[in-house]
Nanobody, 127 residues
Framework: VQLQASGGGVAEVGRSLTLSCAASGFTLDDYAIAWFREAPGKEREGVSCISRRDGHTYFRDSVRGRFTMSRDNAKNTVYLHLNSLEPEDAAVYYC?????????????????????WGQGTLVTVSS
């Protein structure tokens, strides 16, 4: 059972990146998926999450309207689309999976327990 986060890199302010969270050993659509980020000197914070099966999403205020999430069930992968990047978006991004039912994750702002975590992928925003 494994989560693999990828897609990080360097992007200029205002540009876009897409992060991927691929699962192996379990079906990602059976889980709520969240993205967290941790910038140097700051605590890890929840960025967004998507509920299992119905695709309901939640985004923290600072990224709402700029970031989106999507699922590709055929690839067993969830994506985080980072648009209109700002310097404050620079961080290591982690994906996590929770078996909590329905919209528990999104109704609680992604603040739930997660069974699986991927390794981080670094996003650098250049000006």
């Amino acid at each position: 059972v494994q989560l693999q986060a990828s897609g990080g890199g360097v992007a200029e302010v205002g540009r876009s990146l897409t992060l991927s969270c691929a699962a192996s050993g379990f079906t990602l659509d059976d889980y709520a998926i969240a993205w967290f980020r941790e910038a140097p000197g700051k605590e890890r914070e929840g960025v967004s999450c998507i509920s299992r099966r119905d695709g309901h999403t939640y985004f923290r205020d600072s990224v709402r309207g700029r970031f989106t999430m999507s699922r590709d069930n055929a690839k067993n992968t969830v994506y985080l689309h980072l648009n209109s990047l700002e310097p404050e978006d620079a961080a290591v991004y982690y994906c996590a999976a929770s078996a909590d039912p329905d919209r528990i994750a999104t109704s609680r702002g992604c603040r739930i327990e997660y069974e699986y975590w991927g390794q981080g992928t670094l996003v650098t925003v250049s000006s």
